[in-house]
């Protein structure tokens, strides 16, 4: 499976998130990302960051801090992380 692939097998695990992606089209809705940044709960915007930091590989967009995310988000999110830093991918 190539990376695009599995960033969307990953993304489907949070649906809010997942909804601000489109796999058809291959991109992101930046304008509809920055307007559910500010009513999604912490835990939400922290998976948010973490999907787009992926997204366009790096991290200066929307700033995505793992020691903030881990302190904040429950423990399946951040099994999710740790399942992509051991064997991290780019779509």
């Not at 489907?12 to 500010?38: V, Y």
Request: hydrophobic share 45%; with cysteine.
């Amino acid at each position: 499976m190539n990376g695009r692939d599995r960033f969307f097998v990953l993304l489907e695990q949070m649906p809010r998130c997942a909804e601000l992606w489109d796999q058809e089209t291959n991109s992101l809705n930046i304008a509809a990302f920055e307007q559910a940044l500010g009513v999604m709960s912490h835990g939400e915007v922290q998976m948010a960051k973490f999907f787009a930091a992926i997204w366009f590989n790096h991290n200066e967009q929307y700033g995505f801090d793992l020691v903030d995310a881990v302190s904040r988000i429950d423990i399946e999110d951040r099994k999710l992380i740790a399942e992509w830093i051991t064997n991290p991918f780019w779509p």
